[in-house]
């Protein structure tokens, strides 16, 4: 075989099969902890969606006579998680929280990614003073602690579960703009950029249409991160009384505001909500993690 030859056979194993984004898949399905996060998050998404079916109680109905002798019933056939100190399945609870973390982790991250990768585009792009005045505002956004801010959105506006969206989603705007801002300079002087300048391509055309798809990639990665962030703050506000106003609310971090006086006897009540946050808190690291390593350039076609 011929240099030439051994030298095409090697540029062809080593080429990109089917584009960015199923190359990425490939290298996603060959990813073990990308599998186990895929798995997770299924089944977070399943219990959200299908939770008025497969939970045994209503969440909200309490029976006393579960707590006519203290508080509270451990685990049994009929409760299989325990009950709350009002005699609520914890079961039930649980899965109801799943659809409460699920909606206001994905409308909170939708909002700041909506708004970051505007801010983000518009800074990266256009440069000059809209950069300049851009990013100094997220770099002043960036200064305050995440959950700090969030805290102070939610007391400025209010305690309540749209709230919380609002705070939560505000608090990574500045990441998104940031990260895509990065992308776009990086990616808007290659020559398929400037080829498409030469030839007269309206300046709005070549941001859409050649600069974002193949800057997203890093977006769509924090996308995911920023998702098991979100969870975590919206249980850290809802533990500080923050969230929804009805103690009845089956939402994890609210679940969470007053078991400490029960950590003693009944610590299945602080535990088990515990644990469903950092599961699927896990499962969107895992994904995050493996899409990082699947769209890394210098990855591609070596898997």
């Not at 497969?54 to 998680?81: E, F, K, M």
């Not at 500080?240 to 971090?253: A, S, V």
Request: glycine share 12%; proline share 6%; aromatic share 6%.
């Amino acid at each position: 075989m011929s240099l030439a030859e051994i030298e095409a056979y090697v540029e062809e194993e080593l080429a990109p099969q089917g584009g960015l984004w199923r190359d990425a898949w490939r290298r996603l399905r060959r990813n073990p902890g990308a599998l186990v996060g895929f798995g997770l998050v299924g089944l977070f998404v399943f219990i959200a969606i299908f939770a008025p079916v497969i939970s045994p109680y209503d969440p909200r109905a309490q029976n006393l006579l579960l707590v006519a002798h203290g508080c509270c019933q451990g685990p049994t056939w009929a409760h299989p998680l325990g009950a709350d100190q009002l005699g609520r399945d914890e079961l039930s609870r649980i899965f109801y929280g799943a659809r409460f973390s699920l909606v206001i982790g994905v409308v909170s991250v939708s909002v700041g990614l909506s708004i970051g990768l505007v801010l983000g585009s518009i800074a990266g792009y256009l440069g000059g003073v809209a950069d300049t005045v851009i990013m100094r505002t997220m770099d002043v956004m960036l200064s305050i602690p995440g959950l700090l801010l969030a805290i102070g959105i939610v007391a400025a506006l209010g305690p309540g579960l749209w709230q919380i969206m609002i705070a939560v989603g505000t608090t990574n705007v500045p990441i998104f703009a940031r990260l895509l801002r990065g992308s776009i300079l990086s990616q808007k002087e290659n020559d398929f950029v400037l080829a498409a300048r030469s030839v007269g391509v309206p300046r709005r055309s070549i941001l859409v249409s050649h600069i974002l798809p193949n800057a997203i990639s890093p977006v769509i990665v924090q996308g995911t991160l920023a998702l098991a962030t979100a969870i975590i703050d919206v249980a850290g506000l809802g533990f500080l009384g923050l969230g929804p106003q009805d103690p009845g609310t089956p939402e994890w971090g609210t679940m969470l505001t007053q078991v400490d006086r029960y950590l003693q006897s009944a610590p299945f009540l602080a535990i088990v909500p515990g644990v469903a946050i950092v599961i699927s808190v896990l499962g969107f690291n895992l994904i995050g993690d493996g899409l990082r390593e699947a769209l890394d350039p210098k990855l591609r076609g070596r898997a």
